[in-house]
């Protein structure tokens, strides 16, 4: 009987204190953690999953690397300054706050090579253009040349995928003014000699903007792939033939400064992916 007696009241106890837990839990949940958005379980998805690529071991090691760089002082105080003071309208997410490394498809026939990452962006998403006003002019396009699984892109688990395509970055930390030092781009330079190493199927190398241009040309001569730089000059639109059967294309960068201005228009950037497509072999969209 006394038995009997205990293991009741330690069931009342085990029940009492369940339910103190759960109003607990539940108290918490309900706390604003994130943006309408963006719940909580993807703002720590965000902070703490490394993107992977399971079909490229070579390129899912290249970007565990990435994430945990630590060459350039400057930029890694910046960018984790950034994600602690954080932006209004984004003072319940955990910012990523780490370098940002490449994202899309393992198997890649097309590389799309920007500058670096936003600080309030891909600084705080963790994906390349994704997150800020340049994600939200490029990815629908990226979708209707057939590259991208849907139009928006704004957190890292938001189902987005790249089909034939790979995005990354000249610089993979976010710059104080959007402007990298000479030494801090020379530093990042041999992740993009890995990455495209890493994809053998490559082949075309779309730049946004002249910065990438120029750097995906510092790649061609650091990797002796051309003797001199000769007539590889940045322009929207231009394009050229590169060893290895590859192709080097260039494009404005989809800044809001160039898109709100008109420098930059959804039809002319539409152009040159449709274009990649073509000299990369793909079926036309």
């Known amino acids: 009987m006394g038995a009997r007696k205990s293991f009741v009241r330690l069931s009342m106890e085990f029940v009492s204190r369940v339910g103190r837990t759960g109003a607990c839990v539940n108290a918490f949940l309900k706390r604003p953690h994130s943006t309408p958005h963006v719940p909580f379980r993807i703002a720590l998805y965000n902070r703490h999953v490394p993107p992977a690529a399971t079909e490229n071991p070579a390129?899912?090691?290249?970007?565990q690397r990435i994430v945990t760089c630590n060459l350039c002082p400057r930029l890694r105080d910046h960018s984790i300054?950034?994600?602690?003071?954080?932006?209004r309208a984004f003072a319940s997410w955990v910012y990523w706050g780490k370098p940002v490394p490449s994202f899309g498809d393992p198997r890649a026939r097309v590389l799309f090579v920007g500058l670096a990452p936003g600080a309030h962006g891909s600084n705080r998403t963790g994906r390349p253009f994704t997150g800020d006003g340049s994600g939200d002019f490029l990815y629908p396009l990226l979708h209707r040349a057939g590259f991208a699984s849907q139009p928006t892109s704004t957190h890292r688990g938001d189902g987005m995928q790249l089909r034939d395509a790979q995005i990354t970055s000249v610089v993979r930390c976010a710059p104080p003014g959007n402007k990298p030092l000479p030494d801090e781009i020379a530093r990042c330079a041999p992740f993009l000699d890995e990455e495209i190493a890493a994809l053998p199927e490559l082949r075309a190398i779309v730049c946004l903007g002249r910065i990438a241009f120029d750097g995906v040309v510092a790649h061609l001569l650091r990797t002796d792939q051309i003797e001199r730089r000769g007539p590889l000059v940045f322009g929207h639109g231009a394009e050229y033939s590169i060893p290895g059967n590859r192709w080097l294309l260039a494009?404005?960068?989809?800044?809001?400064?160039?898109t709100n201005t008109g420098k930059l228009t959804a039809a002319m950037m539409l152009r040159v992916f449709?274009?990649?497509?073509?000299?990369?072999?793909?079926?036309?969209?």
Do not use: M
Request: glycine share 4%; net charge positive.
């Open 81 to 87: 300054a950034v994600a602690e003071k954080k932006r």
């Open 59 to 63: 390129l899912a090691a290249l970007n």
């Open 274 to 285: 449709r274009r990649a497509r073509t000299l990369a072999g793909l079926p036309a969209i």
């Open 251 to 258: 494009s404005y960068h989809p800044s809001l400064q160039n």
